[in-house]
Each structure stands twice: as C-alpha cells, then as structure tokens.
C-alpha cells in the first residue's frame, strides 16, 4: 500500500523487486485510448529506445504485460460506467415522452479475430465486462420463424440459426435486399475467424448499452434478441429502437420467445434515417422515423458513428487472444462512454439548433406551398393512409392476374415461334434449302413443337377449353396487364442501377477515399452509365407502350429517395389525379412531417436538458465533498472535475439564451459560471467561442468514415425484380 501511495504499482504485496509507475500506466493507456493502433509491443519498445535499455525488452514487455492487466483491473473495479442521464435520470412529476428511451442496434464485422492459440495454447483467463452479454445468454434466446423452426442462413456456420429477418412470413423485398446485402465472404470466414464481429446497442446520446460478440456467423437473430430481452427488463415500457431491418425483425419479435413480454411493454422498431431511404415506400411509411410519431428528429445512426471509432481496434484485436481482444474492447467502450459524458451538453445544444432553425423556416415554406391549395389537397395525413392502403392493395398479384400473365406469355411465345417458322418456310420455298438455312429452319420447327406442347400442357391444366385470340377481351386485357409488369421490371432494374450509381458518385468525392478505390469506382461507373444507357432505353420502350410519361438522364439523376421511382412504378391504375401524388402534394406532406419531428424533438430536448440539470444538482453535492477532499492531494482532478461541470453549465446557458427554448430554467445555471469567474460580459465572448468543441479536421473524418460504411452497405444492395 505504501508503494501505491507512492505512485507505483507491484505484483506482490512483499517482497518487491519490481514495479511500474503509476503515471507510466495511465500514460499508456490514455494514448491507447486515443490511438487504438497503439500495441504495448510498439510502447515498450519506445520505452527502451528512450531510455538506451534495448538489451532487456523481452523481460520488461512481460513485465509490463502483467502490470498493464493488474491496472485496468483495479480501474474496472473502482471506475462505474456511466448511465445517461438524459435518458435514464427521470425527474418525479414529469409528463411522460411518447417513447421513452431512444435506442439503436446493429452489427459489424470490422472486429473480427482469427482462431489463434485456441485449445491447449489459449489463454486460460476469463475476461468479465458489465458492457458484454455472454454467448451462452445469446444461445438462450431462441427464435421461431414463420412456424415451429428456424429457416436456414448461409451467413452462419451453423445453417439452422435464424436470422433477423425470418419473422417475415412474407419475404418482402426489404428482407430480400438485407438477406443479398450479406457478403458471401462471411460463408468463408468459420474457417479462418472464430468471433466474426460484434452486435452493439446503444441510445441516441451515443452511450454504449451491451455487446454480444457474432461467434462464426454474420448477423443472426440471436443477438439482437438477447439484448432487447435485457432492455425491455432494464428500461421498460415505451422503447423504441432503430435498427437496419427494423421493419422485418418487428415480425421476428413477434414470433420469438419474447413476443409477450414486447408486445406489453410497448416495443416499438424503426429504421434508420439514411438506411430507411434504401427500403420500400410502404416501409417507409410505417418504419422510417419521419413518417412514425415519437422520434423527434433523431437519424438513428447512431451505431454507424460507434463503429467507425471502433474501427482503429481491428489491426490490434485480430490477432490477439480472446481475453485481450475482450479487454480492449472493454476499455475502448469505457472511454467512448467517457467521451460521451462530457459531449452531452454538446449534443443537447446542437440538436436544439438544428429543431429552431426548422422551427423557424418551415412554417414559411409550407405557407408557400400550400397557397391557392383545397382543404382536400392539405390533408396530408390522409393523403398518406390513402397511398398506403393503395400500396397495399397492390402488393401482391392475384391468382387470376398470375394466371392471364403466364397464359398470355406462353401465347406470346407461341405466336413468335409460329411467326418464325412460317417465315422460314417461306423463304425456303423460294429456293433451295442448304447449309446455314436448314438448321435455322429445323430450329425453328423444333421451337414451334416446344412452345406448342407446354401450352397444350398449361391449357389442359387449367382446363381452358378455347385457346385466346388477339381479338377477345382476355387476350387485350391479360396483355395490357403483362405490359405493365415488363414496365415496372425496367423500372426496378433502372431504379437499382441509378440509386447505386449516386453512392458511388458521392464516395468518389470522399478526402478518405484512396487512389486505388477512386480509380476503381471510376471504372465501375464507366460500366455502369452503359448499363444505365441500356436499362433506360429498356424503360421508355415498356413507358411508351402504356403510355406513361418518358425519362431523361437528366430526370432520374436528380431522384434522391425511392420515393421517386415509386410512384412510376404504380401504373396498373391511373393515380396520377390523386392529391397523395401531386408532386407540390407530396413536397409539403414531407415539410410538415419534419415539421411534426421538429415540435416532438422541442419537447424531448426540454425534458433531457431538465433531467441533465437535475442531475448535475444531484451530483454538485457529493462532487464538492470529493473536491474538498482532493484539493489536498490531487489538483489536477479537482480542475478537471470542475471543467467538466463549467463545461456543461456554459452550453446549457446557451440553449437556455436561444429564442426558440420553452423548457424550464435553473436560476443556479448563470449563478456557477459567474461564481466560476466568468462575468456576463466575458461570458457571452466565452460561449461564442465553445459552438463547437470538436475540431473541424475529426469531424470531417468522422464523417467520412461514417459515410464509407453507409455507401458499402447501399452498394451492396442486390437489385430484386419484384
């Protein structure tokens, strides 16, 4: 105890022959923190050089390996994670949110770690974090999908786990696109990686709330199961979560082992903001946060900013053994928890910013777009539950409908076949038959016999006792219909090609893009403009036999949403008179939702800014015990306790100073900055200079790395013919 009094730290409590300092330790770890590419191999070894002892690394890495482990213990044992208080501190009397607590979940594969000294070399130390569930709690959480058992995935090495997305029965083609978005790397991963990557949760503050590992799989439904099962018992009731698939795993919510438990205490799913423009336009409606109350105006990527600082952990935990692989995780999140603590009040102040500027703008632009409008055309709720329940009845093809477009195909094909080789036959008249001529013709024949016997076959199956002709109503209808599926099939295979063509237009301007993949891309986007030239070409030809409006390049590259390419899509009734499709219509319905997200984050701000205050109250007492305590031993804490509060106090007396704030006010908040030496006049100069506590240069890195993980996700999207 003594030599720890004295700022160094020993293995044994008698007989010392060797110890660390303490300032050493913390040195290292902070910079570990920081630079997560930092091994201790790499610090030793800098050590040595620095102090001209390269004679004795070995010895001192081991040395240093044991006391760097002994450390982090003692801090996890005395360090208590942080809970967010916006989230978590409700205050008594409060007027209850919508949604209670904000969360989101997703997984990544950037932490994988190879099968290295496992069986008789692996480290025999368990390691234990309270930010981990463990892999037998996952196992746990069992899923039925679509019935009594799970559907095969070909993500996991095990083929009878299920996947997130099996809950939905009806295999939309949001389930369809996630399920082609898995890489079919990952089916070659089991034999090289053992933990394939983490699934995380976390709530829209950024604080981290568990971690499962991925054990030889992608994405199953286990995980995020098992860490929604331990929310709904830590949070309670009115929780709602963004997640990728938020639309199919609801359905697989429901047909787990949770189901009860979620259904009674209000679980709600979204998708994510930027992720949700990627799904169907009925899943928007019903999943993406702009068109769901109770979200205010939260993007939910949340978990894609966590994933990008998590990334720097990937060079160092690949190779490592699962007890360092888990401690670096541990610590990292504990940091990143840290960090987020003392940008609370950052992200409270930049949020309210955002909410008054909408506040302030909106109004005159829905003004605008809703001059010399009908009462009927600013319905705009109505208009959306009208173009959901037309999206809904258009879902799916009736057996009738599948029925005259199979039938008409095979009349089709029949009649070209037919066509051909009574053109041949004619030609071979003429003249002599020889060589090239009389294989054609033969083909032909043989082609006529084919299509001939299968529509013999699929008339005698339906029993059609009269074949259809050109001029009988069956024949004119079951073709007008089949027209209108090769339209939407060009339109499906024209809308893949454009959406995946302005990711990669916008990754190629990226400062964190390399040489190599912008070259690529460059090629890639040569290939694909001809592509596009192709399936538009394909498209106007389908639009011009119905009678729908033609496209330009210059049209559909302005086309930012699926949104757009829906209402072509909808073509086998004319909706085109309908209010709910009016493009100025459609304009103001999506400024009036944000509007709606703007008043619903208004409130949410105001309750979060009053539970952080209260809590910052709460905690000034035991914090000036602690000051009084430390100014005797330790002022540089004592600053640093301080700064931290001053810090939150100084953005808190902004948003409290911004014309749209209405939430309550602490008369205390003005009182401790001036008690800090900071008087008014010093405090407005003060507060302009702290808009923004993160430098420009780690936002733009953030950003692009947060982008890069995004554009991969989009561009691996499969185009699916609905």
Known sequence: MNLLLQGCLSSAPTRVSFAVSLRTLELYRRLRVRQPRLSIQAWVRSLCDYHNVNNVLSRLLGIFLRYIHIYLKILRGVDARHSCPCCQHKIPGEVPLEVSLIGVLDGNQSLKRAQFREGLNADPRAFTSDYYISEDIANRSDIRANGDEALPVAWSKDSQEAAPADGDGNNSTCTERWKAAQSDNLKRMWAIYRETGIFLSACRHGFIWWIVDMIESGELAKYPLAIVDRALDVF?????????????????????????????????????????????????????????????????????????????????????????????????????????????STFLLGNYKQLSQLLGDLPGVIASLESGKSHEDTRYHQHLENERVYLLSRRQESPEEEFACEYIELLIMHQKAKFVLSLLSLRASASAVHGRAEILKQHAFENYQRMQDMLQVFETTHNIKDRWTPDMPEWQTASQYFATREYQKALTRLEGLVISRLFELQKMGLSGTGYKLRTHINKSLKTRCKAIQRALKRYNEAAASLGRPLLEWKDISTYDSLAEFELLRECREDIRSQPWADAANREATLHTLRLERAKEEHYRLNVEIARLVDWMNNEETVLKTVITRLNESDLSLVVELKEMLVLHRRHIYQIYNLPHYTGPRDPEISSHLTSEGLNHGDEAADLSAVQDDTPDVEEDDLLNEELDRVNDFLGNLSIVDD
């Open 236 to 344: 309670g009731d009115k929780l709602g979560i963004g997640y990728d698939i938020g639309c199919s795993f609801t359905a697989t919510v429901g047909n787990s082992s949770i189901a009860h438990k979620a259904h009674n205490k209000g679980l709600r799913f979204v998708v994510p903001t930027f992720h949700g423009y990627a799904h169907k336009r009925l899943c928007q409606l019903s999943f993406h946060p702009l068109f769901v109350t109770g979200f205010g105006i939260e993007d939910l990527e949340t978990a894609e900013r966590i994933f990008s600082s998590f990334n720097g952990l990937a060079n160092t935990t690949r190779h490592a053994s699962r007890f360092h692989r888990l401690q670096a995780v541990d610590l990292f999140s504990r940091q990143h928890d840290d960090d987020k603590y003392q940008e609370l």
